[in-house]
């Protein structure tokens, strides 16, 4: 069965080192989301991409990037993780233009010390 | 940026009870979107609304797009233990595939 999938799916880090979240998705989807949830701000859009070599900044960029090199994954680079980083990630993705129904992954809950 | 409002924040259910929960936007909004997320779990899409007026189900799970474009609805009937969880309104604005999500209401079942 197709499916997104997110790894790991709880992630223990220090303050400044990289991370990288992964999301792959087999649905061959155009469109890849990445977001972040928290207590008191819901789902808040990190970056998405809408094709390979396609990426964009959502409400919350900073800190992070995102590259796309092929269709089936969009992974999540933290440069130097900060404290304000720890939170729970989703990924997401949608067919096209056509539909807005994004589906979504079963998220990576990241912890920053 | 652009802010759904969702309501209530959080209610009970009783086993067998119909309950309704609603999604508000300033602004015009072209599709909304349903979801309900369970602890540890992604949200997991229930009902998608792409016309003004629409009436859509899903089993016990009912969803219309208001006719206005600014509000979608939620009804769920009949109540169930399993129904417990946090339902997600989320929308978009334009021909795009950003959505904006409310903020959630948390259905607990009644001690």
């Known amino acids: 069965d197709a499916e997104i999938t997110q790894s790991p799916r709880h992630k223990i880090t220090e303050t400044g080192r990289q991370v990288t979240l992964a999301c792959h998705q087999t649905?061959?989807?155009?469109?890849m989301f990445w977001y972040r949830q928290d207590l008191g701000h819901g789902l808040r859009l990190i970056h998405y991409s809408y094709g390979v070599q396609d990426t964009n900044k959502g409400e919350v960029s900073d800190g992070y990037s995102v590259s796309r090199s092929n269709t089936e994954d969009l992974p999540l680079t933290l440069e130097s993780a900060a404290s304000s980083q720890t939170s729970v990630y989703f990924c997401?993705?949608?067919?096209?233009?056509?539909?807005?129904?994004?589906?979504f992954g079963p998220g990576t809950r990241l912890t920053v010390l | 940026g652009q802010q759904l409002n969702q309501s209530p924040q959080s209610m009970f259910i009783q086993e067998g009870e119909d309950v309704s929960m609603n999604c508000t936007s300033s602004s015009i909004f072209n599709t909304w979107l349903w979801y309900k997320q369970e602890p540890g779990e992604g949200p997991v899409l229930l009902i998608a609304l792409y016309k003004a007026g629409e009436l859509t189900s899903n089993g016990r799970l009912t969803a219309q797009f208001g006719i206005t474009r600014k509000d979608s609805f939620l009804n769920i009937s009949a109540s169930i233990p399993s129904d417990v969880g946090i339902y997600f309104c989320a929308g978009t604005e334009a021909a795009g595939n950003k959505l904006t999500f409310g903020g959630g209401t948390r259905v607990l079942v009644k001690p």
């Open positions: 997401a993705s949608s067919v096209s233009s056509s539909y807005n129904e994004q589906f």
């Open positions: 649905w061959n989807h155009n469109n």
